[in-house]
C-alpha cells in the first residue's frame, strides 16, 4: 500500500459535474499548505494502481460513491467525504463545524448534507452524465421528457440496460 | 492479462491468444468501469460466468482503454456481450437484461442456437 501525505479525493473524470466539483475543490484550496491539501485525482481503469492506494478500494464502488482516501489508510464515502473535504476548504470552514455537531445522539447538519449527496448524486444524469448512475426512475422521466422536448434521441431506440456512450467507444483521435 | 475473479481481463495484446484463438464458446464483455450500467451487471456476470464456467470461458475488455478493440467490434456501447466461437463472432447483446436468466441467454443462447442448427 503506497504511503499518502494527503488526503486524496477521487472523482469520476468522466463526469462533467464531477469534474466540476473537482475543480472548483482544487481552486478553493489554493493557499493551504500541501501537506494539509486534498489531492483531488480522477478514478481512472486501474483496478489495481487503485488497490495500491487502498487494498479495500474497490473502482466500482469508487465510480459510483464518492471516496475520499485518508493518510492514515481509512476512507470516507459519501456525505462523510463531502463533509471532510468542506472541513479542509478555507472558504468553507466557517459552516463546516456544523456536520460534527450532535443533537439528541444525531447529527442533523450531516445528515442534511448526506440527503443533498444522495439527490445530487441521484440527478447527476440529468446535468449530462450517464456514467454516475442509473437514475431513479422520477429522474428518469424528467429526462426523457427534457428529450422528447429537444428532440435530443432520434434514431434507434437502445436498450434499457445499456450505456449508448460516445465515451466509452470514443474513436481514437 | 490480468485475473478478475471469474472473469479475466484481456488487453489488445492477449485478446488475440486468449479469445481469437482461443478454445470453445467464448464470451466477451466489453465494458467501462465508468458506465453504471456496467457496475449493475458485474456482480450477475461473475454468477453467471461461475454457472457456465466448466463449457465456456468468459473475458472481459475495458473500452476505455482498449479503444482500437472497441472500433474494430464497432461497438456503440456498454456493455456489450460478443461471444465467440473459432475467432468468429456468433452472437452479440448489447445492454442485456440484468438478470441472471437474462445474462444467462446471452452468453449461452448463441451457442446453443448452433449446436440446434447444426
Redesign the interface.
Known sequence: MQTIPAPILLFNGECAVCRSIAHWVGVSAQGVPVGARIDERPIGDDPAALRSLNPDLDIWAAYETIHLLMPDGSMKVGGEAVAEVLRSLPNCRWFAWTFDLKLLGFRPFQLLLDAGYFVLADVRPLLGCESCGIPSPPVKFIRSLIDRLLQARPGKTRAPHFTASNRAVKPTA | M?T?ELIQTVTGSAFKTSVLEGTGPIAVEFM???????????PILQQAADRVKAREHVFRV????E??L??RYQ??????LVMFLNAQEVGRT?????TLSGVMSAITGPFDSLKQGS
Open positions: 490480468q478478475a467501462s468501469y465508468g458506465c453504471a450500467h456496467c457496475r449493475v451487471l458485474e475495458n473500452v476505455a482503454v479503444r482500437e472497441a472500433e461497438l456503440e456501447g456498454t456493455p456489450t448489447e445492454g442485456p437484461h440484468p
